[in-house]
C-alpha cells in the first residue's frame, strides 16, 4: 500500500476517534479542541494524499474508491454532530449529505461505464467551504467568528447545491444510457 493510500486509511481511521471527542461531554470544552484538531489534520491528509498520488504518479484504484468515501464520512461525520450539538440545522445537512448521495449515484453508474466522473471545481469549492465551516462551528466562538461562521453556513449550501447542478447539467448523458 503506498503513502498516499495509508493517509486515506488514516482518514478513516480518525473519523470515529474525531466523533468520540465532537460528542462527549467529559472532556468539557477540550473535546472540542481535539475534536477540531483531529478534522483539520484528516482534512489535511485529504489534501496531501491526492497530491502525492498525482505528483509521484501513484494513483490507485484503491485510492480512486476510497478517497472519496473517506471524505464523505469525515465531512458527513461531523455534519451530523453538528447537529447533535444543535450548532447547525438538520434541514442543511439532510441538503449536504443528500448531493453525495447523488453524486455518488452518478459515479457509480459512470464507473460501470468505464468514465471516471473528475471533481469540479464547484465540488472543490464547495469541500473547502464546508470543512472552514466545520471548523468555525465545531470552535463556536462567537463574535464575529459566530457571523463567518454563519456565512460559511449560507456558502457552503449554496456551493452545495451549484456543484450538484453543475454534475447533473454535464453527467446527465450517462443517465440517460449514452457516453
Excluded at 480518525?14 to 482534512?43: C, E, H, N, Q, R
Excluded at 464547495?126 to 453556513?153: E, H, W, Y
Aim: net charge positive; hydrophobic share 60%; with cysteine.
Amino acid at each position: 500500500m503506498n503513502l498516499p493510500n495509508k493517509l486515506t486509511v488514516l482518514r478513516v481511521i480518525m473519523v470515529p476517534f474525531f466523533v468520540f471527542f465532537m460528542l462527549w461531554d467529559g472532556f468539557g470544552d477540550t473535546g472540542k479542541y481535539v475534536a477540531v484538531v483531529l478534522f483539520i489534520l484528516a482534512s489535511m491528509t485529504d489534501w496531501l494524499d491526492g497530491y502525492l498520488a498525482r505528483k509521484n504518479h501513484l494513483v490507485t484504484d484503491f485510492g480512486k474508491f476510497m478517497d472519496p468515501i473517506a471524505d464523505k464520512l469525515l465531512v458527513c461525520s461531523a455534519l451530523i454532530c453538528l447537529v447533535e450539538k444543535q450548532l447547525l440545522a438538520g434541514w442543511i445537512v439532510i441538503i449536504i449529505i443528500g448531493r453525495e448521495f447523488i453524486i455518488s449515484g452518478f459515479r457509480l453508474v459512470a464507473s460501470d461505464k468505464g468514465v471516471v466522473i473528475a471533481a469540479s471545481y464547484w465540488g472543490k469549492f464547495k469541500t473547502v467551504s464546508q470543512m472552514l465551516m466545520v471548523i468555525l462551528l465545531i470552535l463556536d466562538l462567537g463574535g464575529v467568528f459566530q457571523v463567518l461562521a454563519q456565512i460559511l453556513v449560507w456558502v457552503a449550501l449554496a456551493l452545495t447545491v451549484i456543484s450538484l447542478i453543475d454534475y447533473l447539467v454535464k453527467n446527465w448523458k450517462i443517465m440517460e444510457g449514452g457516453l
